[in-house]
């Protein structure tokens, strides 16, 4: 028998994917930014097992069974890195064994935390490790057949999903901007409003933006080709004012798109839309940019904020949200948190 177990963090994106091009191959319709988490904060763990005794390929999630060659997305993912393993030879074992393999994600699957993210990047790193495939590019557009956002974490730090524009995808690549030492004291801190799964998933959603959106292609072809230079930019020079002024309002510009879609998508509740408005109330009285919010497809709150201000940010949190059945909003995990 032969085995591999890798971890791959959750990453969060800043400028956002929203929006295919091609379904099937995941082809976005726009370039998106995000920071990769650290592997021991919200990360997926995967062990693959290939053995000539096993008759059938088998996956568990989280220790529950789940389909495997029905699973159109999952064998992509398989077929796609077996190709490449055949194509750099030496294999130590016959591509025909089948395999076993087992996935935990540390944190809520439901929550809609970016768990299938985590997933198919650990999915597929863990085969390559499998089959001794060094990491490189073609991983990445391997991944973004499993979940168009899971390309982007295979690579930690600031990445970039480049949409590119061959019909094969064989452009559409995750690159890596600059790694997480390049700001080390950006954190991020995640409210968990509610994990309940929800109504509409993102691939139902963007399909339906693309469908009946009369604002997304404005926003693909016009609006995140700027945002995207000049999010690399704020970055490069990690100048927190600008990173923090253009994830808020890509984040609104998401659920702007989402409320266009017809019928619309909500994705945010009364607590999220009263943690944007915390946020600014925040930056305000404190006469700075000092924290930034982004939320995906779900009422989650992620607040962008550099070490040296968590712990007031924090403060100000609990005075904002008390912790009450009404309205919990709870800090999920992050960084060790400074004395208030
Ligand atoms: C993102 N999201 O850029 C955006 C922002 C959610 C909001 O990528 O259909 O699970 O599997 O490619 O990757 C979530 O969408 O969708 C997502 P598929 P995915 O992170």
């Known amino acids: 028998m032969y085995s591999a177990t890798c971890e791959a963090p959750v990453n969060m ?3 956002k994917y929203w929006g295919k091009r091609n379904e099937e191959l995941i082809l976005p319709i726009n370039d998106s930014i995000s920071m990769t988490l650290d592997a021991n904060e919200m990360s997926a763990k995967t062990t693959v097992a290939a053995s000539e005794s096993f ?14 060659e029905d699973n159109a997305r999952l064998m992509r993912c398989l077929e796609g890195v077996q190709r490449l393993a ?15 393999i087992a996935s935990y994600n540390n944190f809520p699957t439901a929550a809609g935390l970016a768990s299938s993210a985590a997933g198919y990047a650990c999915l597929v ?28 974490s295979l690579h930690g730090g600031f990445v970039q999903w480049h949409r590119g524009i061959a019909d094969d995808g064989s452009d559409s690549i995750a690159e890596q901007l600059v790694t997480a030492e ?26 339906s933006a693309v469908e009946t959106s009369t604002l997304i292609q404005h926003r693909a072809t016009t609006i995140v080709p700027q945002r995207i230079k000049e999010l690399r930019t704020a970055i490069q020079a990690r100048d927190f004012k600008t990173f923090a002024e253009l994830t808020m309002r890509d984040s609104n510009q998401l ?7 017809y019928p619309p998508c909500v994705y945010m509740n009364e607590v999220s839309h009263a943690i944007v408005n915390f946020v600014h109330d925040y930056n305000e009285s404190v006469g700075e940019v000092k924290a930034a919010y982004t939320f ?11 070490a040296e201000n968590v712990a007031p940010l924090l ?5 904002a949200f008390p912790n009450d059945a009404q309205q919990s909003v709870e800090y999920l995990k992050g960084i060790p948190v400074p004395p208030v």
Not at 315 to 319: L, N
Request: charged residues 15%; glycine residues 8%.
């Open 13 to 15: 994106a800043l400028v």
């Open 125 to 152: 790193y863990t085969l390559a490790r499998l089959y001794e495939i060094p990491m490189n590019e073609q991983l990445t557009t391997i991944a973004r057949q499993g979940s168009g956002s899971a390309c982007r």
């Open 315 to 319: 403060a100000a949190i609990q005075v």
């Open 86 to 100: 055949l194509a750099n030879g030496g294999l130590k074992f016959p591509l025909s064994w089948k395999l076993h």
């Open 55 to 68: 008759k059938q390929n088998r996956m568990w999630l989280n220790g529950e069974v789940v389909p495997f």
């Open 255 to 261: 659920h702007a798109i989402a409320l266009d879609t």
């Open 296 to 306: 995906d497809a779900g009422p989650n709150g992620c607040l962008y904020v550099l």
């Open 182 to 207: 390049h700001w080390p004291n950006m954190h991020m801190l995640i409210l968990v409003v509610n994990d309940a799964r929800k109504k509409t998933g993102s691939t139902k959603g963007m399909q």
